[in-house]
């Protein structure tokens, strides 16, 4: 009865080690400090550009908020001048839409850059955000 007692607390005891061992290891694979940007657009809505480290690559994500659902935006991104992202987003029932992407993380700092223009009003939104 002892015994089994011993045993298990060893075990708990092992597996809380490895747990705290992993975690600066996870947080260096895919963590690392989140830079996040936002704005208004030259109409009503507003535009939040977020880069997080992932692995090597950047995670980019660029929300707009306050878009009228179903109108279309051109969007289009780059890092440090090179397109990374062209496409459009259409406005969904809450009022908003986004571009999430993984990108290269270059040498040195990463300067993205959006531009997200709404096609039937041609409003805009400029963001930008470094990394």
Known sequence: MRMGKF???GIVGLMAATLFAAAPAAM???GGSRVSRQGSCSGGADWKLSLKPDDGRIQ???EVE????GQTW???I???GQQVFQGSRTANSLH???VKKLIANRAGQD?????????ATGQVCNASAAL
């Open 111 to 119: 300067a993205v850059k959006a531009t997200a223009r709404n096609n």
């Open 74 to 76: 051109a969007v289009r």
């Open 60 to 62: 980019l994500e660029l």
């Open 7 to 9: 045993v298990r607390t």
């Open 96 to 98: 908003q839409f986004a």
């Open 28 to 30: 260096a694979q895919g």
């Open 78 to 80: 780059t890092d440090n």
């Open 66 to 69: 306050h878009a009228r659902p």
